[in-house]
């Protein structure tokens, strides 16, 4: 079983930045794939960043591109998120999930190729 908490969402102006945390557990979680998603009000879940389990491998979402990064530590056992000049749109939950089980150089950009979600964080972007 993998657990994952989402941290570092918050209230922010337009043009603002946040990272956002997601601590796992679990001895392997070098070997995870990660994304992050959000929902925002009356939305689908929609894929934000995807990235293989070594990271050298990454999915943008078009509306992300340029303006949010993921990383990870896996001595930590931790990925961020890190969003740049932000928008009201990015206003949404976001969610990180991880792939325990995945192949070398591959993202996933689906929901449901995901094995576990964490609670999600609220982030909200003020104009």
Same mark, same amino acid.
């Given at each position: ?32 794939? !990660? ?44 990925? %961020?998120?890190? !969003? ?9 939950? %976001? ?16 929901? %449901? ?15």
């Amino acid at each position: 079983q993998v657990q994952l908490v989402e941290s570092g969402g918050g209230l922010v102006q337009a043009g603002g930045s946040l990272r956002l945390s997601c601590a796992a557990s679990g001895r392997t979680f070098s070997s995870y794939a !990660m994304g992050w998603f959000r929902q925002a009000p009356g939305k689908e879940r929609e894929i934000v960043i995807a990235s293989s389990w070594s990271g050298g491998d990454r999915y943008y979402a078009e509306s992300v591109k340029g303006r949010f990064t993921i990383s990870r530590d896996n001595a930590k056992n931790t990925v %961020y998120l890190q !969003m740049n000049s932000l928008k009201p749109e990015d206003t949404a939950v %976001y969610y990180c999930a991880a792939r325990t089980d995945s192949f070398s150089g591959s993202y996933y950009k689906y929901g %449901y190729e995901y094995d576990y979600w964490g609670q999600g964080t609220q982030v909200t972007v003020s104009s």
